[in-house]
T-cell receptor, first 110, second 114 residues
């Protein structure tokens, strides 16, 4: 059975800290791994990763995929209160169907 | 900007009622999806559709049905609502083919079944 596991489930950090979120997966016919940020209701897209070892970066956020060990990490450096959100990891199969993890709740305190 | 619009943000229904959740997207996407989101369980796929009048069961289709009569609209139907269907429902859409399975989400409908 396909599964996507995120860790930790939640964490609290101070502004300026660096955060590392983990996503491991077991998915048949893997095509890509995606990260989303969910602040209020609608998840918003952050990254899509298809190749191992190639870091994707957007401002203070970055992500990398390891297809051999079947995991990805999402890093947030110099965290701000606006980074407080649930971060979702999802894996797409060859049909483009996404399986989501349970999410990691990040709280950044001033 | 891609827009996925869900008809209601909050909905309160009684057990046994028939419930319709509507979703409309304006980017001519072929694919549309319905998820429910529960604390600790993440997003779980209920049904999806790759084309008009076409539907596929997701991981948790029991108690739900869907309708896709037009490309831009995908409806989720709870034939007889039950309290265990109280949840946040998220609609999403994406392009078909290529290598872009990025989903665009609506703002969600928080459904409470009493």
């Amino acid at each position: 059975e396909d599964k996507v596991v995120q860790s930790p489930l939640s964490l609290v950090v101070h502004e300026g800290d660096t955060v590392t979120l983990n996503c491991s997966y077991e998915v048949t016919n893997f095509r890509s791994l995606l990260w989303y940020k969910q602040e209020k209701k609608a998840p918003t897209f952050l990254f899509m990763l298809t190749s191992s070892g190639i870091e994707k970066k957007s401002g203070r956020l970055s992500s990398i995929l390891d297809k051999k060990e079947l995991f990805s990490i999402l890093n947030i450096t110099a965290t701000q209160t606006g980074d407080s959100a649930v971060y979702l990891c999802a894996v797409a199969d060859s049909w483009g169907k996404l399986q989501f993890g349970a999410g990691t709740q990040v709280v950044v305190t001033p | 900007d891609v827009k996925v619009t869900q008809s209601s943000r909050y909905l309160v229904k009684r057990t046994g009622e028939k419930v319709f959740l509507e979703c409309v997207q304006d980017m001519d996407h072929e694919n549309m999806f319905w998820y429910r989101q529960d604390p600790g369980l993440g997003l779980r796929l209920i049904y999806f559709s790759y084309d008009v009048k076409m539907k596929e069961k997701g991981d948790i289709p029991e108690g739900y049905s869907v309708s896709r009569e037009k490309k831009e609209r995908f409806s989720l139907i709870l034939e007889s609502a039950s309290t265990n269907q109280t949840s946040m429902y998220l609609c999403a859409s994406s392009f078909a083919g290529g290598a872009d399975e990025k989903l665009f989400f609506g703002s969600g409908t928080q459904l409470s079944v009493l």
